[in-house]
């Protein structure tokens, strides 16, 4: 190669290298060389828009963090990052998918206890937090499916990991599950009773009475035991359930031999 070819070549380098730099100059951003780099960028992202309570946006973060970066540890903590974010804004079969998907996935993970506990949070949808009561309605009269999976959940993390930081707390949901689940079958009871189905009411208070019988309804689920068996004619019966209740809730007893108050009129 001449030396007039060898100049000629170094100029189209040095053309195409000033080409570079011009379009660098006027704008456009290198990526970073180390995609380590770029991904804690993008977690860190995701995370502060998380701790701020921009939920939705932390939502789409960590989605998008998923995407790109699927394995490794900031991948396992977007999941459940991402679970509690749709927890916070009320999107709580979204969170369910995802904490039962952390579950799945990594199911010796040191946080699947958490992810646990987060499913039981979000298939009880925080309807009464922890021991709070709803304005105007009754959480006994609503559909107990949801309350169930709850106790289902939390009976699990209980179950397999007792150590757990989130036990107590899930504890404490149970029973509170448990005594609504109880209200829920007594609240049934009732509206049978009321409708003159008296047998279809003893059946429900017995099931309240054998499936809980520390909870405090246990004291209306007698007292509708009672009563239903008086209507029904088997004063035995009705005298029996009434010396049951006389013994655990003295206060609530109705003499079964009495004529029932809905017979008054």
């Known amino acids: 190669m001449n030396q007039v070819v060898r100049n000629f070549l170094c100029l189209v380098c040095m053309a195409a290298l000033a080409g570079c730099g011009a379009l660098n100059f006027f704008g456009k951003k290198d990526e970073p060389t180390n995609p380590d780099a770029t991904a804690d960028r993008l977690f860190k992202e995701a995370k502060d828009s998380l701790n701020s309570g921009d939920y939705a946006r932390s939502i789409k973060l960590f989605e998008n963090f998923e995407s790109k970066y699927p394995y490794g540890a900031q991948a396992q903590q977007s999941i459940l990052d991402g679970a509690w974010a749709n927890y916070k804004i009320a999107e709580y079969p979204v969170a369910v998918s ?53 106790y289902g959940a939390f009976k699990e993390l209980v179950e397999k990991y007792p150590n757990s930081g989130y036990t107590n707390d899930a504890r404490q949901r149970m029973q509170h599950l448990h005594n609504s689940l109880a209200d829920y079958d007594v609240h049934v009871a009732r509206y049978y009773f009321n409708r003159g189905a008296y047998v279809a009411a003893v059946n429900r208070a017995q099931l309240a009475l054998t499936t809980y019988p ?17 209507a029904l004619g088997q004063t035995q019966l009705a005298q029996d359930t009434n010396r049951v209740l006389a013994r655990t809730h003295p206060s609530a007893v109705a003499p079964a031999t009495e004529k029932p108050w809905w017979k008054l009129w």
């Open 214 to 230: 520390d909870a405090p309804a246990t004291r209306d689920a007698l007292r509708l035991l009672s009563e239903g068996y008086a």
């Open 98 to 150: 995802g904490a039962e998907r952390f579950i799945k996935l990594y199911p010796t993970h040191q946080n699947v206890d958490y992810a646990h506990y987060l499913k039981g949070l979000a298939l009880f949808g925080d309807e009464l937090g922890l021991f709070k009561f709803l304005a105007n309605e009754d959480i006994s009269e609503r559909d107990p499916k949801a309350r169930r999976e709850a």
